[in-house]
């Protein structure tokens, strides 16, 4: 097993997920960087070419990538059990709700706000936009058979408040001529519309405040879910 990543688990106090995912820097850095727009022209599209999805009418494609020391199926099966209760997500700033209890229709919200309720007029109540809502377009649970790198992925469309259009988390093994040394690579995707962004203020002010949020808190949760994953799963081999 890789060295561990110490840190408080729990999301328990506004304070502590402030600390924990904003404040807090990551011992490894996800957000990959490229040297010219051609090398994440071309990095980009491998990734989307096997979601099946374009990203054109978006203005910015960030992608965060983690590796994890736990078999692919196992890291997706932990995925799919997500419900906001999660050691690595931040809880008490991102209310998650699941709609049926199912993870293909999510609706995320800020301090776990649904409504304002009006003091001495409690028949108007103000509903929230939530800060996400995911609704499911696809999820690959099983490799397709004319993959060789056992990619699993789940793909949402994102609309709500934050100015997201595209989520997906997908799974892949690791590549030996990319010096990936850990079993699993997980990425972290997300094609940004930014609201405005011909406007010189959400440009070059408010777009960019957004997107360095983005790659914090992901950085966070990324390093958790490491952490998470790969001590329950020495767990299971030590119990053995």
């Avoid at 099966?77 to 999660?86: A, C, T």
């Avoid at 709700?97 to 409690?122: C, V």
């Amino acid at each position: 097993m890789t060295d561990k990543i110490k840190m408080t688990y729990k999301s328990s106090s506004f304070c502590h997920d402030l600390c924990a995912y904003f404040l807090a820097k990551p011992k490894i850095k996800t957000l990959i960087k490229y040297k010219s727009e051609e090398e994440k022209e071309n990095y980009s599209q491998l990734i989307l070419q096997r979601i099946n999805i374009g990203v054109t009418e978006y203005s910015v494609l960030n992608i965060h990538r983690i590796g994890i020391n736990v078999p692919i199926q196992n890291i997706f099966d932990e995925l799919m059990l997500w419900n906001g209760k999660s050691n690595y997500w931040p809880n008490q700033l991102a209310r998650v709700k699941r709609i049926n209890n199912r993870l293909e229709n999510i609706y995320i919200y800020l301090f776990g706000i649904e409504n304002i309720k009006i003091p001495w007029f409690k028949s108007i109540v103000i509903k929230l936009t939530p800060l996400f809502h995911l609704s499911a377009i696809k999820f690959q649970s099983t490799p397709s058979p004319s993959v060789p790198d056992n990619a699993r992925y789940l793909l949402y469309k994102c609309s709500g408040g934050y100015p997201i259009g595209i989520f997906s988390l997908y799974i892949r093994s690791s590549i030996n001529e990319n010096k990936e040394t850990e079993s699993a690579q997980l990425f972290s995707l997300v094609a940004f519309n930014f609201y405005g962004k011909k406007n010189i203020f959400y440009k070059y002010i408010l777009n960019p405040i957004w997107e360095k949020i983005h790659n914090r808190v992901t950085t966070n949760i990324l390093n958790r879910i490491k952490n998470e994953f790969e001590e329950e799963f020495e767990k299971l081999v030590e119990a053995k």
